[in-house]
């Protein structure tokens, strides 16, 4: 292997994955919370493409049905959350351990092998062009095209409603927002293009495995803070891209730290202590909103607590 | 012609069943007409927060009926309510969206109540109306649109609400001790800026305030609160003739206590 293979390699893979960043950037940061839906919705798109594409679909339809699968699990946790009044982490989780079993429902089995099928890189390959370029290729238009569609999108009236919406309940709710319908909707296209990723990256290495989004979340957070950290944009374009950059990046470190010997094993709780570490950093800290208020806070907490300066008297 | 807010015999009881039940609001009824500009007073647990989270919605009552412009929206849900509601909350974080910038954060309010679809979420028209009210706030902000409201100090952030809370003339103005987390000279100027666009746009409005002198000075009618309660209710002539004194009398006359609060505000 050269260099050259490894970083193409490294660089398609990460644009695969960064679909998912996307997705997770939508609830990491937009509903400010880490969605672990995400885990199973992963393999919930790679299972749907897979099932699908052995039984002679088109690998593009599949891929449409994979993003909607995903849309559908992010439903069942915003559902949760709100209709239930679940907190998001333990909605996730729920979400997450029964995509378990309807992962492998889907498949019929705990895994799918799509070497002898046809995928959608394959297509491109048709026109005469190698099959590490075509990937590249398709990963860079669809990044490109996701990254235009959400920008537009969280640009819309909607998106506005949905960005107020994770960002302040109350607020968003004074303005006559319906916070709970937004944040249905934010998980399911949230989960829809982490399925979306899901359905790429199980055709890109030809399998679906019942386990490949194990750790699915950590990856996604850490390419989320590494694009913050790395690619600090003002604006919301300028934020996606950052998101998608970060992903890369990520793959890009992990393949050399493997050129360097690190065990495949180790990989996971290499990502973890990074990740931690990252949110550590005080440096990250500072770009989230400060706390301004904290005190006032504090007080409005304790309704009947007399305020400082009228019980002096 | 209808009143524009009706509430007749609203309850609201807190931690029922429980050692720590607590009646807020206790059989309480209040109209206000077109243009009443009502300043709220009261001790601290009086209710006031609770009435205006009743008329806001944030609350579901136990019963009673709440009626705004006739439409009896007792069991509607907050979000709804909002067409008819402009508020301004005392915590000056939770008026505006701290993520989101000045522009995109009145664009919002530009929708207050209408449907939210696929258009652009801020025009260009919006533009340069959004910098002609800024521009009147003279607080510097007219240039400063693409700055993230969190980054904003309080008193600007709670004069952005207020414009806010008003872009869509709402039927009713709900302020909760909108200027209690600022300095006195922030505070008076928000306050200046609530009269003058209570007065351009004839709001129907509800202010509570702990400072008795705010109480007298602004506004064409008084309402004191106490234990869930109205006990006092003045317009007119007579309110224009009160002095703190006389309130504070008063205050102590009908809730039977003296409050550090009051006292020293
Ligand atoms: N969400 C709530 N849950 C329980 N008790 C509450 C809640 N909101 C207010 N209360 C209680 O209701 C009473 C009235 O509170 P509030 O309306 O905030 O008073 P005010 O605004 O006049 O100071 C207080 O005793 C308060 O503790
Ligand atoms: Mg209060």
Redesign the pocket.
Known sequence: MNYYSIILGAVSLGLLWAVMTMGVFITYRILDYADLTVEGSLVTGAAIAAKLITDGTDPFVALAAAFVGGCAAGCVTGLLNTAMKIPGLLAGILSMIALYSVNIRIMGKANITLLKSRTVYDVLENIGISNDIAVLIFAVVLNAALVGILYWFFTTQLGYAIRAAGDNRKMARAQGINTDIMKILALAVSNGLVALSGGLIAQYQKYSDVSMGQGAIVIGLASVIIGEVLFYRKGFLGKLIAVVSGAVVYRLIIAAVIELGMQPMDLKLFTAITVALALYTPNIKLKLPKPVFKTLKRREGV??EPRAEYSKH | MSPVLNIQNIEKT??QDTVNV?K?LDCLSLKLEQGDYVTVI??????????L?AISGT?ITDSGNICIDGADVTKMPEHKRAVYLGRVFQDPMVGTAGKMTVRENLALACRRGEKRGLKRGISKENEDYFRSILADLDLGLENRLDTRIGLLSGGQRQAVTLLMATIQKPRILLL?EHTAALDPKTAAKVLDLTDKIVKEQNLTTLM?THNMKDAIKHGNRLIM?DK?RIVLDMRGEEKRKLTVNELLRLFEQKSGTVSDRMLLS
Do not use: R, V
């Open positions: 309704l009947n | 807190f931690n607590n807020a009261g001790g601290n647990g009086a209710g006031k927060s609770t009435l989270n609350i909760d509570i609160m869930g």
